[in-house]
């Protein structure tokens, strides 16, 4: 099954909405069934919302709460992620990973688990960008959107 992430910064300062639904229905026309975030900012919110959207026009497709660790919030929220997500999960891999390091690593997890890269990058720094970079050393299919792409 193919699989389809979003990286962008945690503030989002232009009107991209467009520019992600685009990506995210080209995905879906790809083979894409898969979409994975790890909801902790303003892109994040955003590219699941359209993801949210296209469900309604594509049932089969899955959005999935990639967490870094384990949070309180995924027991005393349930309703929220339950609501929000088809699954919320965390990778064996990060398993006992420091927690200052764990959003790197869950953030490489997500990209070599998915076949193609959504990304918002403005700035050449952040988590966002490594990520990007990742994804680029890992030869996965980019699609970048904003205005300023480094």
């Not at 995905?27 to 900012?41: H, Q, R, V």
């Not at 384990?70 to 965390?90: E, H, K, L, Q, S």
């Not at 998915?114 to 890992?138: L, N, P, Q």
Request: aromatic content about 10%.
């Amino acid at each position: 099954m193919k699989a389809c992430c979003g990286f962008g910064h945690r503030e989002v300062f232009e009107n991209i909405s467009g520019q992600v639904e685009e990506a995210v229905l080209m995905a879906i026309k790809d083979g894409c069934e898969l979409f994975y975030t790890g909801a902790m900012g303003e892109f994040d919110s955003l590219f699941s919302s359209v993801v949210r959207r296209a469900k309604k026009t594509y049932p089969h497709i899955k959005l999935i709460c990639v967490k870094p660790y384990m949070t309180n919030d995924i027991n005393t929220d349930r309703g929220y992620y339950a609501a929000m997500y088809d699954d919320v999960i965390i990778p064996d891999e990060l398993v006992g990973i420091h927690y200052k390091a764990a959003i790197k690593a869950r953030n490489r997890w997500i990209v070599d688990h998915s076949d193609m890269v959504i990304v918002y990058t403005i700035r050449e720094h952040g988590g966002a960008y490594e990520a990007k970079r990742y994804a680029e050393r890992r030869s996965k299919h980019i699609i970048k959107i904003g205005e300023k792409q480094n």
